[in-house]
């Protein structure tokens, strides 16, 4: 059973910041590649909005490229998305992902709602 533990969401003003989180175990951890954040808004598909693989290596959604920074910290077990600049278009559902022993796993999920 692999479990992601998301936090991070919340309101916020359009230009302001939030920062995600996304915890899980050390075995699962060390296991998976790559990891990431998609998101959903309402009546849209989900989109990869950024992913890290085990060595470092980062890939952002173009429309967030220049604003959000994907990391992870090994000691922790954490994988985070830091939301500058954050805009309207923004505000969705954000979801862990990892995939880890050949299989897709997502978090439940932590709302962004960005106000105009």
């Known amino acids: 059973q692999v479990q992601l533990v998301e936090s991070g969401g919340g309101l916020v003003q359009a230009g302001g910041s939030l920062r995600l989180s996304c915890a899980t175990s050390?075995?699962?951890?060390?296991?998976?590649?790559?990891m990431g954040w998609y998101r959903q808004a309402p009546g849209q598909q989900r989109e990869l909005v950024a992913s890290?693989?085990?060595?470092?290596?980062?890939n952002y959604a173009d429309s967030v490229k220049g604003r959000f920074t994907i990391s992870r910290d090994n000691a922790k077990n954490t994988v985070y998305l830091q939301m500058n600049g954050l805009k309207p278009d923004d505000t969705a559902v954000y979801y862990c992902?990892?995939?880890?022993?050949?299989?897709?796993?997502w978090g439940q999920g932590t709302q962004v709602t960005v106000s105009s």
């Open positions: 050390r075995s699962i951890f060390s296991s998976i590649n790559p």
């Open positions: 992902w990892v995939i880890t022993l050949g299989h897709n796993y």
């Open positions: 890290i693989t085990r060595g470092g290596s980062t």
